[in-house]
């Protein structure tokens, strides 16, 4: 009787896993251009566009190899998203600006969107996300 309650909670709890897992997918980043090995890339996933470049959905801290990153967001519900990321040099965890409120660090976004006169807006980062992806981003 045992094994039969044992192996019956086995396979349920493998149906509710898979099941919780069915609706997510991976989102590879992949960043190119950057200008040295020095610092750290910050790169941050948004969902919304009233949050997009204030609250991230998830964020990564990651090395750079060879003048570029390699990052994978796992388990991310369908959706929309836009993804922003930059090269901290000085690994401070944050983005340094000029006196004017330039940025002094290089950055991007998904689409490879660019800001005119301000940051790059949500609706030329977004993308649907409804299998595995890869987003390149260049500097």
């Known amino acids: 009787m045992k094994k039969i309650i044992l192996i019956t909670v086995m396979i349920f709890s493998g149906v509710i896993k898979t099941s919780a897992q069915e609706g997510t997918f991976q989102i ?3 960043i190119s251009g950057l200008d040295s090995n020095e610092g750290q890339v910050l790169i941050a996933l948004h969902n919304e566009k009233v949050q997009f470049l204030k609250t991230d959905f998830k964020s990564a801290i990651t090395k750079i190899t060879n003048k ?45 969107a660019k800001g005119f006169m301000g940051p790059p807006k949500y609706e030329d980062a977004k993308f649907q996300l409804t299998k595995n992806s890869t987003i390149r981003i260049q500097i």
């Open 68 to 112: 570029k990153v390699m990052y994978t967001f796992k388990e991310i519900p369908k959706g929309e998203y836009a993804i922003s990321i930059f090269h901290d040099r000085n690994s401070n965890n944050k983005m340094d600006v000029n006196f004017f409120g330039i940025p002094k660090e290089a950055y991007g976004c998904s689409n490879n």
């Open 28 to 30: 590879t980043v992949f």
